[in-house]
């Protein structure tokens, strides 16, 4: 893989750099924004169906294991993000 970005022309080699900052720029700056509280609390949703799709596929033990403790990490947050907004009144977001 390196080989082939060593071949490139200097001109495409610095493109492909200014895209690389571009996109870590732009992933940067979303992981900054703060997200409302019933889009955190439905992202946890979607991540924890997404983790259990993944667990239900999945064969390796240690894969299996880093899966159980990625979903009690997305469950600790989402019932963080639960405490959170029955403390400002917020009911049933799903």
Do not use: H
Not at 16 to 24: E, G, K, V
Not at 40 to 69: K, S, V
């Amino acid at each position: 893989m390196m080989e082939a970005a060593a071949k490139r022309p200097p001109a495409l080699q610095r493109m492909a750099r200014a895209l690389s900052a571009d996109r870590q720029e732009r992933l940067d700056r979303e992981a900054c924004q703060v997200l409302p509280l019933e889009e955190q609390l439905r992202r946890c949703l979607w991540q924890m169906r997404q983790n259990q799709m993944c667990f239900d596929l999945e064969t390796e033990p240690e894969l299996i294991d880093a899966l159980i403790y990625e979903y009690q990490a997305i469950q600790s947050r989402y019932r963080y993000y639960q405490r959170k907004a029955r403390a400002q009144g917020l009911r049933a977001i799903l």
